[in-house]
């Protein structure tokens, strides 16, 4: 703090004059005596006022990219050691993590909980970030996750099989705190099924954890924004249902690995293939980027699918996100994560569980 501090005002200047008065009287007079001459105080110099110490200089505020670099080692170490109170300790106290087909979950305690629940299905679970991309208060984590079910798993008992999948975890820090406001995590977990064979579809390959995560942040260049208006344009090709505008925002080599299908797309020709049958399942479907953030030469896109599947005659909303690497303004890779749980519930939701039966009630007759 600066203190303000008056001037010392300068002394007044003092003046002496001694004078000496004789009246004519015999005898005569003496001579007066000499008169000493008057003295003038010399006015002070104004005292030089009090240094005021330069003020502190302001502690730059960390960036989310430095945030980041800080947080995510330790954010997925908790998840490591399967800590679920300190994983929850790195969002803020009405923190919210989502993820398609569940509830969210709000607040540390249910966050805590959901997670515990995980590390109790998956005792060996370890994590480790392959990508991580940076823009504004917003972080994408790309990860693979792998362990042994080693217990009850989205009702189906321990297996002790090898199980694995990649997902992403878009990532909102509150700038203030550099805490989570909010997490959205897409992984398959209709994979996971499918590895412990609760599900007769085939199964994507157990990944392998990286080592060294890649690092992307925003910088604001023209490629960016480039980016980010080629995935619109084809965002809105997919609702008009125009496949050459579609077409002409990839590569001709371009290739999509898809977490919830067991094998990846590779050419212009089987991404015509996958439009035409997504429009025909989906006649009405509309596709709204809920977010679009373009990071070097990275597009990562939140998705929202809304319409009507031709066959169940059913309206369905799903999430995903897609991951894109642009080249030339165009896509050259893509990887989208969702949970294909989330569309097969709707198709053909589970039915609720038996009631218990009322307290003192007979037993049902067992069939012979």
């Not at 398609?100 to 629940?117: F, H, L, S, T, W």
């Not at 406001?181 to 085939?202: F, M, P, R």
Request: glycine share 6%; charged share 25%; with cysteine.
């Amino acid at each position: 703090m600066r203190l303000d501090r008056s001037a010392i005002a300068p002394a007044l200047a003092l003046v002496l004059a001694l004078s000496v008065t004789a009246c004519a009287t015999e005898p005569p007079p003496a001579p007066p005596a000499p008169q000493r001459p008057a003295q003038t105080l010399s006015t002070p110099p104004p005292a030089a006022a009090e240094a005021t110490p330069p003020a502190p200089a302001a502690t730059p505020k960390m960036t989310t990219a430095e945030a980041a670099k800080g947080t995510l080692p330790a954010y997925f170490e908790s998840l490591n050691q399967h800590d679920a109170k300190r994983y929850a300790g790195f969002f803020v106290e009405d923190g919210v993590l989502t993820q398609p087909g569940n509830a969210p979950k709000k607040g540390r305690a249910e966050i805590a909980a959901a997670v515990q629940r995980r590390f109790d299905a998956i005792s060996s679970l370890k994590v480790a970030p392959t990508r991580v991309l940076v823009k504004g208060d917003v972080v994408a984590v790309e990860w693979a996750m792998v362990g042994t079910h080693s217990g009850d798993y989205l009702g189906v008992k321990a297996t002790e099989k090898p199980v694995g999948v990649n997902g992403v975890t878009v990532l909102v820090f509150d700038p203030d705190s550099g805490l989570v406001k909010e997490a959205h995590c897409y992984a398959d977990d209709a994979t996971l099924l499918s590895q412990i064979g609760a599900s007769k579809a085939k199964a994507r390959a157990i990944p392998t954890l990286s080592s060294s995560p890649e690092w992307k942040t925003a910088a604001g260049a023209p490629n960016e924004e480039r980016g980010e208006a080629a995935w619109r344009r084809a965002v809105a090709a997919i609702n008009e249902k125009n496949e050459s505008d579609y077409i002409a925002q990839h590569q001709d080599d371009v290739a999509y690995d898809d977490m919830t299908q067991p094998l990846g797309m590779r050419g212009q020709s089987e991404a015509r293939k996958w439009l035409k049958e997504f429009s025909a399942q989906m006649p009405d479907a509309k596709v709204e980027a809920s977010g679009v953030w373009g990071i070097e030469d990275y597009v990562v896109s939140e998705l929202t699918i809304r319409g009507t599947h031709k066959v169940a005659k059913k309206e369905i909303v799903l999430h995903t996100v897609d991951v894109l690497q642009m080249k030339d303004g165009k896509v050259a890779h893509g990887w989208s994560y969702g949970d294909g749980r989330e569309l097969a519930a709707q198709l053909a939701p589970p039915l609720p569980p038996p009631s218990a039966p009322k307290a003192g009630a007979a037993p049902a007759p067992k069939k012979k």
